[in-house]
């Protein structure tokens, strides 16, 4: 029964709750029970708090009105408790518990909204999370794509072959065209397989040859080793044939000696030694080539060198030389040690004797100036006979001029090395002129014979080393002999000069008449300032014919009251070139050989027609026959002058010389060619 | 030729060629050689356009004379004349056309010629030189035809005096002579060195220069240079010249001479010295006016000096053409 009646109970609720069927059915079975109890939440839901508001003011006005009535209703005197009084305070009373309910809903609707509006802002704040995440996402995939762009790959640093030698080159399967033709990245990948491919190839080659050398150094270290081992057993025979060497008189001894001080020398010096010593074995048995200086010195200056013509070994020292000079401080007191420096000899000196025929000897010393790297020379010449006779001889075989102009203007006064100029500059060197006293000469020629070459103006084949030394070594050898002899000739004709004695040799007899009655008076050296104040002498400067390397003199020939004077130029590459003769005539005033034509023709008779008078080759005879040819020519002057017939008595210069005609042409010239058998004169 | 030979070089003839673009020169040892005026004297003209186009050896002495005619060089050397075609040596093609000895009677040594004229007359060459002898040469057909004997030394210069038909001849023995050149007769002599006022006898009697202009002849040597009248046969002026004389020649109202000294001598008719212009050889043997063309109208002169000075005006010395 009990839950027949729960059912209608709850059937009754359910009518009254039909509103809200389906919270009920989601709480289920264990709210079962619940459902009897009342649910203001539920009865919040139905109402409409607008209805509800209109509710709260109608109940409170029903309420004052009440209490009004009431009021009225006590003021007329109701009894307490009455009726009347009771039921309006029950209606006030329902009207309270009204209010109080809708109160209730009032803060329940509150606290709902709340709720809501938490609820709200919470999914809001779950929502911005996910936005900033998925930003940050974003970002992060962009800067992995920037990343990606700017990668460098390594392949780009290598130098690949270039796209058609790579098609051209590479075999079909790693080429691969039909895919690479149009894909870049394909090709790239293509080329670098062929790079690797070809270098691994390489890598191969390499290491083949690394061990083809090895082996072959293995076979050189052992050929060396046998080399080795020969050496003693060589030794032991050659002091073996000592005894023989000496029994047969063949110096190979000496020679292999002074080769091993050869090792030594200087490359200059070396060329020039191995040629000389060639030259004189082949073709020249007069002369001797020598080495003198300190070999121990020499030695410490090149390191042991394995090959003597090693030039490193010099350039080397050279360097040193010049390193520890710079670290030297500048100071005045030490540009000299610097110049000391700057023109230092090599230890070693290479010493040529040419021996002549009549006993006399030139010594040449050749030096070598590291620094510099040139050659000098010094001379000397040693005779068999006295030479202190002849004063106006000094200068012929003096040291000083004995070889200048050897060649044509080489004096060897100047650095034929262009470079030295910036050398002394630094050291402040003027000019190379100022040592040569002490260092010697730096002839170009001697240059040449050390195989050293520098470029000059003339430059002609360029040939440096042994084979410039060769090509010079023999004509050179001749000069400097042919330069001896007739600085010797002449020497022993100045000496018969000076007392005025001609010396004509019985070959060039046939040159002159039987009867020369002039004289030489006088025979002096003059120095070329002398010789350039001579008033007759001007056309010879002018033409630059009077060179400061020239020697000077001045022969007087005398004949009664008449005085040639003759300025005379001597070239020291006498008798090549002939002496240069200028004449002067003092006989009935002064004349000379540039205002009077027959005095012109003299001078070109001796100048010009010089090869008459040559004599015997070499032709040292040449300048005294031109001072005969001279005497002769002054006489056929002085007879043939014409005669004043309005002066009294004999005529000084009485005729004696065989004329054809005495006056001849235009200028009216003497006949002063002599014709040798029939011994008259006549014109040329 | 080295300097030696270039030293000693004298310039004893000129000639210039008939186009005068020309000049030929002549020296002692026997060689001509051939100047372009026409380089040397343009505006861009350099030291080398001042030495010779052409040298070549012509004889075996000295070239004492040089003379041009239309056509031809004419060139004397050692008792020998040669005849060069002008057109040839411009071309540079040294071959004489034809080279002739007179007849000398002495051969012990070879006369030199000394001088040389032409006569346009009758087409005749008139050579004078060491024999003593003026030979005449028809030019036409290349044979000596007369000799005009008369003179005791050598001669030095001889003239030609068209109209008259008259050469003159002066020599070492001091007489300058005059012949009729048809009947080949001497027809005066006049003997400078006798009258007072030429007179040097210091230097000597010998006549060295001559030449002539219608009535009058100029002579000039040992004796002082003088210019005389030919009609009276009289000295009218004389000369004050220091040196001897050696070549003179008549330009328009002057005399122009050159010789012993570094100079050439302006005279007047009158007998005055109105200038001496100094040039660069000592002493002066040849001059010569080149009339053969208007632009290149320059007085040349030639000495003991390789040197031949060019005068394009008168009073000074322009520059030098050298050996």
Redesign the interface.
């Given at each position: 029964m009990s839950s027949d009646a729960l059912k209608k109970r709850k059937s009754k609720v359910l009518r009254t709750e039909g509103g809200t069927p389906e919270i009920k059915r989601g709480r289920g079975d264990g709210d079962q029970q619940d459902v009897r109890v009342y649910s203001e939440e539920v009865e919040l839901d139905g109402r409409d708090p607008e209805q509800d508001y209109l509710q709260y003011k109608e109940s409170c006005e029903s309420l004052a009105s009440l209490m009004g009535e009431i009021q009225e209703l006590k003021a007329n005197g109701a009894k307490e408790g009455c009726a009347e009084v009771e039921r309006r305070r029950m209606q006030g009373c329902i009207h309270f518990m009204n209010l109080k309910k809708l109160n209730r809903l009032a803060h329940m609707r509150l606290k709902r909204g709340r709720d809501q509006t938490h609820e709200a802002k919470q999914r809001v704040d779950v929502l911005h999370l996910q936005l900033q995440n998925l930003l940050y996402e974003v970002m992060h995939l962009q800067k992995e794509i920037s990343k990606c762009l700017e990668f460098k790959s390594k392949h780009e640093e290598i130098d690949l072959v270039s796209e058609e030698e790579f098609y051209q080159e590479a075999p079909q399967e790693i080429s691969r065209p039909h895919l690479t033709k149009n894909d870049p990245h394909q090709l790239t990948l293509a080329r670098l397989d062929w790079e690797l491919e070809q270098r691994k190839r390489l890598a191969e080659k390499y290491k083949e040859s690394q061990s083809t050398k090895e082996k072959i150094q293995k076979s050189i270290e052992v050929k060396k080793e046998h080399l080795r081992s020969l050496q003693p057993g060589l030794n032991a025979i050659m002091q073996a044939s000592l005894p023989v060497q000496e029994y047969l008189s063949m110096p190979f001894e000496q020679t292999q000696k002074q080769t091993d001080i050869a090792r030594h020398l200087p490359p200059p010096l070396y060329v020039l030694f191995v040629q000389a010593n060639a030259y004189g074995q082949a073709c020249d048995k007069n002369l001797n080539v020598s080495i003198s200086g300190d070999v121990d010195e020499a030695k410490a200056l090149s390191k042991p060198p394995e090959d003597s013509q090693d030039d490193e070994s010099d350039s080397d020292a050279e360097e040193e030389q010049e390193k520890t000079k710079r670290r030297r401080p500048t100071t005045g007191g030490q540009l000299d040690d610097k110049r000391r420096e700057m023109l230092k000899r090599h230890p070693l000196s290479l010493c040529l004797d040419l021996k002549c025929k009549d006993g006399s000897v030139l010594h040449l010393s050749f030096y070598y100036l590291m620094n510099l790297n040139i050659m000098t020379v010094k001379t000397k010449v040693s005779t068999s006979i006295d030479l202190s006779t002849a004063i106006s001889a000094g200068d012929l075989l003096k040291a000083d001029t004995l070889l200048s102009c050897l060649f044509t203007s080489d004096q060897g006064r100047e650095t034929p090395n262009p470079a030295n100029r910036y050398q002394f500059d630094k050291v402040g060197i003027v000019s190379f002129a100022d040592y040569v006293e002490e260092l010697g000469h730096p002839y170009m020629w001697v240059q040449s014979l050390g195989g050293l070459h520098f470029p000059s103006d003339a430059s002609e084949g360029v040939r440096v080393g042994s084979s410039l030394s060769a090509s010079h070594m023999e004509s050179t050898i001749k000069l400097l002999r042919g330069r001896l002899q007739s600085r010797l000739a002449l020497h022993k004709q100045f000496a018969s000069l000076e007392h005025s004695i001609i010396p004509v040799s019985s070959e060039c007899q046939h040159l002159f008449p039987a009867k020369i009655i002039s004289r030489l008076a006088r025979w002096t050296t003059i120095t070329q300032q002398e010789y350039m104040d001579l008033p007759f002498v001007r056309?010879?400067t002018d033409?630059?014919?009077a060179k400061e390397t020239d020697l000077y003199f001045m022969a007087v020939v005398e004949r009664g009251t008449a005085r040639l004077q003759a300025a005379v130029v001597l070239s020291p590459r006498y008798p090549e070139m002939?002496p240069?003769f200028s004449l002067s005539l003092s006989w009935k005033g002064e004349r000379s050989g540039?205002?009077d034509?027959n005095l012109?023709a003299m001078?070109?008779e001796v100048?010009?027609f010089k090869n008459e008078l040559q004599g015997p080759r070499p032709g040292h005879q040449l300048l005294t026959n031109q001072i005969s040819r001279l005497c002769v020519c002054l006489d056929v002057y002085l007879e043939t002058e014409?005669q004043?017939?309005?002066v009294e008595g004999p005529r000084e210069f009485p005729r004696e010389k065989m004329c054809?005609?005495t006056?001849?042409?235009?200028?009216?010239l003497k006949p002063f060619k002599y014709n040798h058998p029939q011994g008259f004169f006549?014109?040329? | 030729m080295g300097p030696v030979e270039l030293l000693h070089m004298s310039v004893f003839s000129q000639s210039f060629s008939p186009c005068g673009r020309f000049l030929a020169a002549g020296n002692n040892y026997g060689e001509i050689g051939l100047f372009s005026l026409s380089a040397a004297l343009s505006p861009e003209a350099t030291a080398a356009n001042q030495k010779p186009v052409l040298t070549f050896t012509a004889h075996e002495g000295p070239v004492f004379s040089l003379l041009s005619t239309d056509c031809h060089l004419m060139s004397a050397g050692n008792g020998e004349v040669s005849a060069w075609s002008w057109a040839e040596l411009i071309k540079k093609n040294v071959k004489p056309l034809w080279t002739k000895r007179p007849n000398y009677k002495s051969s012990l040594e070879i006369p030199e010629i000394n001088s040389m004229a032409v006569s346009l007359r009758d087409n005749s060459l008139i050579v004078g030189g060491g024999d003593n002898n003026v030979h005449v040469m028809d030019l036409e057909h290349g044979v000596f035809k007369s000799v005009l004997q008369g003179h005791s030394d050598y001669i030095h210069c001889v003239s030609v005096r068209e109209r008259e038909g008259e050469i003159l001849s002066g020599g070492e023995d001091g007489a300058v002579r005059v012949w009729d050149s048809r009947t080949g007769q001497s027809v005066h002599c006049i003997e400078v060195y006798k009258y007072q006022s030429c007179a040097r006898p210091q230097f000597g009697k010998w006549i060295s220069c001559l030449t002539t202009d219608s009535d009058w002849m100029l002579c000039g040597g040992g004796p002082s240079m003088s210019l005389w009248h030919l009609r009276s046969l009289s000295p009218t002026s004389v000369f004050p010249l220091s040196g001897c004389q050696r070549n003179a020649s008549f330009h328009q109202d002057m005399i122009l001479a050159v010789g012993e000294g570094a100079f050439v001598s302006h005279c007047l008719l009158g007998g005055d010295i109105k200038a001496q212009i100094p040039c660069t050889p000592q002493s002066l043997n040849t001059l010569q006016l080149n009339t053969n063309s208007s632009e290149h109208r320059v007085l040349t002169v030639g000495g003991s000096s390789n040197h031949i000075d060019v005068f394009t005006n008168l009073s000074y010395r322009a520059f030098s053409l050298s050996f």
């Open positions: 056309h010879v033409a630059g014919l002939s240069l540039r205002t034509d012109r001078e070109s100048n010009v014409g004043d017939d309005s054809l005609r006056v001849r042409g235009p200028n009216r006549s014109h040329r | -």
